[in-house]
C-alpha cells in the first residue's frame, strides 16, 4: 500500500521561505508533489513533520490555516489511495497524484458551480442559472479582496470560512436577505456535492444566516393605483409605457414582469390568458378583460409572437432583451412616483404586492391570495395556486378591478 510523508524543502536564499511537498511512495517508486504552502525554516519541525506553531508570532494565523490545509490534503490523498485498493487494480505514484490534481480541479467550489450552472442552462432554468452566477462572483470577489486562492476545495469549505464570508459582505453594506441569497444558494451548491458522495457533510453552514427577514412593505393603497391609471402621460411616451406595463401587472393578479414579457399571443384565447409561472412552473388562468385589451391596442406593432409590447423585435437574445425593458420600466416608475409624491418608490414588484394587499383588504381569505406575494414563503403560494378555483381569483380580481 503507498504511503505518503509532508516534508519541507528549504529555500536556497537565506531568509527566504521554502515549500512544503508531499512525498509518495509506491512499490519502490516515489513521487513528489508539491503545494503552494510556504514557510520558513524555523517553523518546521523535520523529525515531527508538522508545521510549528507560535503564539507570540504574528504569522500564528497563517500557520494554522496551512496546517490545516495539509489535513485536508493527507485526508484526501488518504481517501485516493483507498479507492485504488479497493479497486484491486494496480496503481502508481503517478496515478495517486493525477487523481489528487484533478479532484483539486473538478472540485473546487467555484469549477464546481460552473459544471451546475451550465447544466441549469442545458436544461433551461435561465433564472436559476442567473442566481447561481450571481452568488458565484460574489463568493469569488471575497476570495480575491481577502487574497486567498482563486477557488477553494469543496471540501475544505468550513464554518469558519463561511462566517468570515458573511462578516464581509456585511462590511459592505449587502443586506440581511441578500446574504441569505448567496449563502443558500452556496449551501445548495454544498449539498449537491454530498448527495454526490463527492465529500462529507461538515455543516459548514451552521454559524450563519440563511433565513429571510420580512421587507419593508412595498404595497401600495388601492387609492394610489387608481391615481397611477389616471395620470396623463401621453407627453412623454417612456412614462406612458412604464405605467401601462405596471397596471398591466396588477389587472393580471400581480403577475411579474417576466410571466408578462413571455406571454404568448397564443396564450390569450376565448378570453382568457393561460400560463405557466417561469419560476414554479404552475399553470394560471385569468380572465382577460376590457381594461387590459384597451393597453394592449395602445401598442399595435407588435412583430414579435409575444403578446405584450416588452418584446418587441425577434432577437437572438429574448432574455437580455427583456431584462433591458425591465430596467427602463423600472426607472421610468421611479420618476412617476417622485412626480406623484409616493413614498414607496414604483417598481414592477410593487405591482404584485399592491394587488395582494388590495386582496387581502377586500375581505378575501388567505387561503386564497398569497401573503408571500408577501410573505415567509412560498409554498403557500405554491399551495393556492395548485388547488384554487381559477374562477374563485377571477371573482377576486374583479372585486379589485372594479376598485380603480
Given at each position: 500500500?503507498?504511503?505518503?510523508k509532508?516534508?519541507?524543502?528549504?529555500?536556497?536564499?537565506?531568509?527566504?521561505?521554502?515549500?512544503?511537498?508531499?512525498?509518495?511512495?509506491?512499490?519502490?517508486?516515489?513521487?513528489?508533489?508539491?503545494?503552494?504552502?510556504h514557510?520558513?525554516?524555523?517553523?518546521?519541525?523535520?523529525?515531527?513533520?508538522v508545521?510549528?506553531?507560535?503564539?507570540?508570532?504574528?504569522?500564528?494565523?497563517?500557520?494554522?490555516?496551512?496546517?490545516?490545509?495539509?489535513?485536508?490534503?493527507?485526508?484526501?490523498?488518504?481517501?485516493?489511495?483507498?479507492?485504488?485498493?479497493?479497486?484491486?487494480l494496480?496503481?502508481?505514484?503517478?496515478?495517486?497524484?493525477?487523481?489528487?490534481?484533478?479532484?483539486?480541479?473538478?472540485y473546487?467550489?467555484?469549477?464546481?458551480?460552473?459544471?451546475?450552472?451550465?447544466?441549469?442552462?442545458?436544461?433551461?432554468?435561465?433564472?436559476?442559472?442567473?442566481?447561481?452566477?450571481?452568488?458565484?462572483?460574489?463568493?469569488?470577489?471575497?476570495?480575491?479582496?481577502?487574497?486567498?486562492?482563486?477557488?477553494?476545495?469543496?471540501?475544505?469549505?468550513?464554518?469558519?470560512?463561511?462566517?468570515?464570508?458573511?462578516?464581509?459582505?456585511?462590511?459592505?453594506?449587502?443586506?440581511p436577505?441578500?446574504?441569505?441569497?448567496?449563502t443558500?444558494?452556496?449551501?445548495?451548491?454544498?449539498?449537491?456535492?454530498?448527495?454526490?458522495?463527492?465529500?462529507?457533510?461538515?455543516?459548514?453552514?451552521?454559524?450563519?444566516?440563511?433565513?429571510?427577514?420580512?421587507?419593508?412593505?412595498?404595497?401600495?393603497?388601492?387609492?394610489?393605483?387608481?391615481?397611477i391609471?389616471?395620470?396623463?402621460?401621453?407627453?412623454?411616451?417612456?412614462?406612458?409605457?412604464?405605467?401601462?406595463?405596471?397596471?398591466?401587472?396588477?389587472?393580471?393578479?400581480?403577475?411579474?414582469?417576466?410571466?408578462?414579457?413571455?406571454?404568448?399571443?397564443?396564450?390569450?384565447?376565448?378570453?382568457?390568458?393561460?400560463?405557466?409561472?417561469?419560476k414554479?412552473?404552475?399553470?394560471?388562468?385569468?380572465?382577460?378583460?376590457?381594461?387590459?385589451?384597451?393597453?394592449?391596442?395602445?401598442?399595435?406593432m407588435?412583430?414579435?409572437?409575444?403578446?405584450?409590447?416588452?418584446?418587441?423585435?425577434n432577437?437572438?437574445?429574448?432574455?437580455?432583451?427583456?431584462?433591458?425593458?425591465?430596467?427602463?420600466?423600472?426607472?421610468?416608475?421611479?420618476?412617476?412616483?417622485?412626480?406623484?409624491?409616493?413614498?414607496?418608490?414604483?417598481?414592477?414588484?410593487?405591482?404584485?404586492?399592491?394587488?395582494?394587499?388590495a386582496?387581502?383588504?377586500?375581505?378575501?381569505?388567505?387561503?386564497i391570495?398569497?401573503?408571500?406575494?408577501?410573505h415567509?414563503?412560498e409554498?403557500?403560494?405554491?399551495?393556492?395556486?395548485?388547488?384554487?378555483?381559477?374562477s374563485?381569483?377571477?371573482?377576486?380580481?374583479?372585486?379589485?378591478?372594479?376598485?380603480?
Open positions: 500500500m503507498a504511503s505518503i509532508v516534508k519541507f524543502s528549504p529555500s536556497d536564499i537565506a531568509d527566504r521561505e521554502g515549500t512544503i511537498y508531499y512525498g509518495i511512495r509506491q512499490e519502490s517508486k516515489q513521487r513528489r508533489l508539491a503545494t503552494h504552502y514557510i520558513y525554516a524555523s517553523e518546521w519541525n523535520d523529525s515531527r513533520g508545521v510549528v506553531l507560535n503564539p507570540a508570532s504574528e504569522r500564528q494565523s497563517h500557520l494554522l490555516a496551512i496546517r490545516e490545509r495539509i489535513g485536508k490534503d493527507m485526508e484526501r490523498l488518504n481517501r485516493i489511495i483507498q479507492k485504488f485498493e479497493m479497486q484491486g494496480p496503481y502508481s505514484a503517478d496515478d495517486i497524484v493525477d487523481e489528487f490534481k484533478r479532484h483539486a480541479t473538478e473546487g467550489l467555484l469549477n464546481f458551480m460552473d459544471g451546475l450552472i451550465k447544466k441549469l442552462k442545458r436544461n433551461g432554468k435561465l433564472r436559476t442559472s442567473e442566481t447561481y452566477t450571481a452568488a458565484r462572483n460574489s463568493f469569488r470577489r471575497f476570495l480575491c479582496e481577502g487574497h486567498k486562492p482563486n477557488d477553494i476545495l469543496l471540501d475544505c469549505l468550513n464554518s469558519e470560512i463561511m462566517e468570515e464570508y458573511e462578516a464581509w459582505l456585511r462590511q459592505r453594506g449587502v443586506s436577505n441578500t446574504i441569505s441569497f448567496y443558500r444558494i452556496l449551501r445548495a451548491v454544498y449539498n449537491r456535492a454530498v448527495e454526490n458522495e463527492i465529500i462529507e457533510n461538515r455543516y459548514p453552514f451552521k454559524h450563519v444566516y440563511t433565513g429571510i427577514e420580512k421587507t419593508v412593505k412595498r404595497a401600495l393603497p388601492l387609492s394610489v393605483i387608481k391615481a391609471k389616471e395620470l396623463d402621460l401621453s407627453m412623454n411616451p417612456s412614462h406612458d409605457f412604464a405605467r401601462d406595463m405596471f397596471i398591466m401587472s396588477f389587472m393580471l393578479r400581480g403577475m411579474s414582469f417576466i410571466d408578462m414579457a413571455f406571454l404568448r399571443k397564443s396564450d390569450l384565447s376565448n378570453g382568457y390568458i393561460t400560463y405557466r409561472r417561469r414554479t412552473g404552475q399553470q394560471l388562468i385569468i380572465r382577460w378583460t376590457q381594461d387590459m385589451q384597451m393597453i394592449l391596442d395602445k401598442y399595435p407588435n412583430r414579435t409572437e409575444y403578446l405584450l409590447p416588452i418584446i418587441r423585435d432577437v437572438a437574445d429574448e432574455r437580455n432583451s427583456y431584462r433591458n425593458a425591465g430596467y427602463n420600466i423600472n426607472y421610468n416608475l421611479k420618476r412617476i412616483s417622485q412626480k406623484l409624491g409616493v413614498s414607496i418608490p414604483l417598481t414592477l414588484y410593487v405591482a404584485r404586492h399592491s394587488w395582494a394587499s386582496a387581502k383588504s377586500k375581505g378575501v381569505p388567505l387561503s391570495i398569497s401573503e408571500g406575494l408577501g415567509d414563503s409554498m403557500t403560494t405554491r399551495i393556492y395556486l395548485t388547488s384554487l378555483d381559477t374563485v381569483v377571477d371573482e377576486v380580481n374583479s372585486l379589485i378591478l372594479g376598485s380603480i
